[in-house]
């Protein structure tokens, strides 16, 4: 009797086990834009004491930005242990059609080794604006190059959807990608600018649409209707506030096998910093508690 009931035991302590790793967990990485601690009230200056915010907040890290140093942002991250998942770098196409970039880039890459760093490129062209077909073909051989610069130190390139630049819209960014054919190459969905440059409807199909490329998904607090008429104020508001349903967003990528980065947006809200983050941080722990119970 005692084998068989130390058997059955150990049979339930084995289901059980199994039915705790089928658990639904939201566990991706959950980061803040590097605007959440330089342009929002009250934001704290310097890296040191900007990178202790974010950890007290708890989030998994904070992004690079073009207009600053990188390793001075790197070294105050690394001296609290968090993470800069991903970095914003512009690309632009210029009139005489010639790829023009920031070399510092790649001194950054190096750097970046199994970091798992993603660059997030907004592109810019005047002249081809209403040539695409053109300056994709252009900007492909430029973002192959820095790509293929980029695949021995594990660093992934992904194009940011971003309005009135050239790649404006989710589908543009997914053709892109196809064309320049690079396996660390992809695309991000990012939330506010689409709604800003589509509109709300559709918005579920777009999203399916880039998993297969999906490397990053920028989300914020915002205001369901017509998006494209709102401002900033409307379309970028601390996470869980307004009346679009990101967590719709978050489960639906997530249920179809997202395990990407989230990152949060943060432009031009008027709140003050702490408090914005804290929201935004309490929000995302509700939706992991949301996703969890199946909800």
């Known amino acids: 009797m005692k084998k068989i009931i130390s058997v059955t035991l150990i049979s339930c302590f084995f289901v059980g086990c199994s039915v705790q790793k089928k658990r639904k967990e939201l566990d991706n990485v959950f980061y803040c834009f ?83 760093l993603l660059v997030a490129l907004f592109l810019n062209a005047k002249r081809f604006m209403d040539h695409k077909t053109e300056g994709d073909k252009l900007f492909a051989e430029g973002i192959r190059e820095l790509a ?31 064309l320049i054919d690079r396996d660390n190459v992809g695309v991000i969905f990012n939330t506010c600018h689409l709604l800003k440059v589509e509109g709300e409807e559709g ?30 104020d409307r379309l970028i508001q601390p996470l869980g506030e307004g009346t679009f349903d990101t967590y719709k967003l978050v489960k639906l990528l997530k249920d179809n096998g997202y395990d990407g980065k989230f990152g949060l947006q943060c432009y031009n809200i008027k709140q003050d910093c702490e408090v914005a983050l804290g929201k935004s941080m309490k929000t995302w722990r509700s939706y992991q508690e949301k996703y969890a119970a199946g909800e």
């Open 34 to 116: 590097n605007n959440g601690v330089r342009t929002l009230p009250n934001a704290p200056e310097g890296f040191d004491a900007q990178a202790s915010l974010i950890k007290k907040v708890g989030f998994d890290g904070i992004s690079g930005h073009i207009s600053e140093d990188y390793f001075q942002r790197r070294a105050s991250l690394d001296k609290v242990g968090i993470a800069m998942p991903e970095i914003y770098w512009g690309m632009t196409l210029t009139d005489e059609g010639e790829i023009t970039y920031k070399e510092e880039i790649k001194e950054i890459i190096k750097d970046a080794l199994n970091r798992d």
């Open 148 to 178: 293929d610069f980029a695949a021995p130190y594990h660093v992934k390139v992904a194009i940011y959807p971003h309005v009135n630049n050239y790649c404006e819209e989710s589908a543009h960014s997914i053709e892109m990608v196809k």
């Open 203 to 232: 918005w579920e199909e777009k999203a399916l649409a880039t998993l297969p490329y999906l490397d990053m998904v920028s989300i914020n607090g915002s205001d369901s209707g017509n998006t494209r008429e709102m401002g900033w």
